[in-house]
């Protein structure tokens, strides 16, 4: 129905916004200014502790800073309390004291055949209910007690039985005069294909009403009691109230505890909601007896931001998971996250309870993942990725998901994320051979025009303990103490970190607590190991003696520094990895060939070590210790040829 705009400005004119809030909210009196119809509260559509949910009656809009929901009084009706837009307006005119205009008699008709649908459904819960009292449901009341559901259980969820007769509940309605074609049209009865008797569709079972976000029951489940039975639960089929892809079992009590601070948690079945209720989890939905579908989910993120998907621990509740994933990829953004808990194997949440009580359903709660790791899990788990090709078909597995996610922010985050977890899967901590002290002693092999090893001069009193400065100094104490310079300008100076990003996870220290701060520092992360790291590395004497570097305000000098430092690293392996392949393709002696790419490479690394090390910052008095000192121990190590 087309409404006059002129309308719905006077109802929003006459209904104060603050009013129609305030029967879903308890205003903070102390930021709240009643006389300017400026008011504050804790947000009704996700729950915190803050009020940071804001009401401007003079402009008709709210808005939260937390799940940024936003709208005027028929968008909160329609969202907070799952009314239809002609409900919400018709809701709105009656308190405003305006007539309705003239509807189409149509539409009027389908509304009216609505409520009548709903009383015949509400006739049928209290039968049902009663059915359960009675001698034909001792074995149902036997299956609830054993699942430890009690007299209390059964009344708060309206939990009823149908008699195993084809219609019971068919002569029951007809008795109190509701016609043949509401039962059928309500999903109650069937009508046989030859035109005979409609029967009952509900037999021989346990029965669960399933109710709107209003509380008004919209259809059935039944669980049942024979197990021979070709369906172990049955719902109502589709009907002018009941679209079982739009609907979630206990929506309106899960929307009211969610308000409240609890978790809004999304289990498989009837029994594992009841289940988590009844054990404190208020917050508790179901989807009715199909996958997830993008309109449920869209009701869920109404109700939470984050709503935790509690799957059963098999192998039907990881394929679940999984088909999520793409489902939930589009449609994730600011406030619209999802999160995984998985249950122990064969286990549902109401096994778990049962077992182990609360606490153990907290903790898996606890441990919930959220969706990237499920992404990245599936396109990981059980995979080797030993070649180039494998790892392509990685990225483009893994890019072609995340080109789904319409919001920007939300998928440059999830591209860092996977990048973090690529760089973890493809850079193990590498395992150097134990590195061999160098030996001044011994005659060092060069290249031809080489000149001899310059060895080290004794350190002066505040650079005594650096490794550099020590006789046994070799080309992997020079490495350490190179990598610790550059972490060390990398944590005081971040900005510095993004041009060299690639260079930096190429670093890929040996201590695993450095290849964690190097993790951190990418990722803009703090962990304990990373802190570890750089506590170590600011004690070193070596960099301790540089505090020009470490200075914020010398931004200039550490960016330039930052940059040779990555050289130096970079030429140094690089020589070493040619050395060790020059060196397994000795047979006898070395060829010329053979002696121009060693020379080569010594000429390579040679360019990137000519700034000394007293460009770095104002040692002082250590200056040209510490450059002798990293020169001779950087030449000795990786000019030595072995002996045979």
């Known amino acids: 129905m087309s409404l006059p705009p002129q309308f719905l400005d006077e109802i929003r004119a006459r ?126 009341r036997a299956y609830l007690k054993r699942r430890g559901l009690d007299g209390a259980a059964a009344e708060q969820f309206g939990i009823g039985y149908a008699p195993d007769q084809r219609q019971g509940l068919y002569n029951a309605l007809r ?52 197990p021979n039975a070709r369906a172990k639960y049955l719902n109502s089929p589709e009907t002018p109230l009941f679209d079982k892809g739009r609907n979630l079992y206990n929506v309106g009590p899960a929307r009211a505890a969610v308000a409240k601070g609890k978790p809004l948690i999304v289990a498989e079945g009837y029994m594992d909601v009841i289940a988590l209720v009844r054990a404190g989890f208020e917050g508790a939905v ?21 709503p935790v998907i509690a799957l059963d621990g098999d192998t039907a509740g990881l394929r679940a998971a999984m088909r999520l994933i793409d489902l939930g990829l589009p449609l994730t953004a600011p406030g619209q996250a999802l999160r995984f808990a ?40 059980g995979r080797v990725f030993d070649s180039p090709e494998r790892k392509a078909a990685l990225d483009k597995a893994l890019g072609d998901a995340i080109a789904k996610i319409a919001d920007k ?7 860092q994320t996977l990048k973090n977890l690529k760089w973890e899967l493809f850079s193990p901590r590498r395992r150097d051979p134990q590195p061999r002290a160098a030996q001044p002693s011994q005659q060092a092999w060069q290249p031809k025009g080489m000149r001899g090893v310059v060895l080290p001069v004794a350190p ?103 940059m040779n430092a990555l050289d130096r690293i970079e030429a140094r392996r690089i020589a070493r990895e040619e050395i060790a392949r020059a060196e397994a393709e000795i047979e006898g002696l070395a060829d010329e060939g053979l002696t121009w790419r060693i020379a080569q490479s010594a000429r390579a690394r040679q360019q990137a070590d000519s700034p000394s090390l007293s460009d770095i910052s104002d040692l002082g008095e250590n200056r040209e210790a510490l450059s002798r000192g990293l020169k001779a121990a950087l030449e000795n190590e990786i000019w030595r040829k072995p002996r045979r």
């Open 460 to 562: 002066v009193a505040s650079t005594r303990a650096s490794r550099l400065s020590s006789p046994g100094a070799d080309e992997y104490s020079a490495e350490d103490m190179i990598e610790a310079m550059i972490l060390a300008i990398c944590a005081t100076h971040p900005h510095l970190i993004g041009p060299v990003e690639p260079r930096l996870e190429r670093l890929e220290p040996q201590d695993s607590d450095r290849a964690q701060l190097v993790h951190d520092l990418l990722a803009g992360t703090q962990s304990q190991a990373g802190q570890r790291a750089l506590e170590s590395i600011m004690a070193e004497p070596h960099v301790k003696a540089a505090p020009a570097i470490l200075r914020p305000q010398d931004e200039n000098s550490a960016g330039g520094i930052l």
């Open 286 to 306: 179901a989807p009715l007896g199909t996958a997830i579908t993008e309109d449920q989910l869209r009701l869920m993120w109404r109700i939470s931001p984050e």
């Open 409 to 415: 922010d939300t998928r440059d985050h999830y591209f």
């Open 15 to 140: 209904v104060p916004l603050s009013r129609v809030i305030g029967r879903k909210v308890v205003w903070d009196q102390r930021r709240s200014n009643q006389a300017k119809g400026d008011w504050w509260a804790p947000c009704p559509f996700h729950g915190e502790k803050t009020a940071s949910f804001h009401v401007d009656d003079q402009k008709g809009f709210y808005y939260c800073f937390g799940c940024h929901a936003k709208g005027d009084a028929l968008t909160f009706l329609r969202e907070a309390e799952g009314m239809s837009f002609m409900e919400a307006v018709e809701l709105m005119a009656s308190e405003a004291g305006l007539q309705m205009p003239e509807r189409d008699p149509r539409a009027a008709e389908r509304a009216d055949r609505r409520t009548e649908l709903v009383e015949v459904m509400e006739q049928a819960v209290r039968w049902f209910r009663m059915q359960l009292g009675m001698g034909v449901a001792e074995e149902a």
């Open 342 to 381: 998985f249950l122990p194997e064969g286990q549902d949440p109401d096994d778990l309870i049962r077992a182990k009580g609360a606490p153990a359903m907290s903790e898996v709660l606890e441990q919930s993942r959220p969706l990237v790791d499920l992404l990245w899990k599936r396109e990981t788990e």
């Open 175 to 226: 008795s109190k005069g509701i016609a043949e074609a509401l039962i059928v049209e309500a999903g109650l009865c069937a009508k046989p294909d030859d035109g005979g008797a409609p029967f009952d569709r509900f037999r021989g079972r346990i029965i669960f009403p399933i109710r709107d976000a209003r509380g008004r029951c919209i259809a059935f489940g039944g669980r049942a009691m024979d």
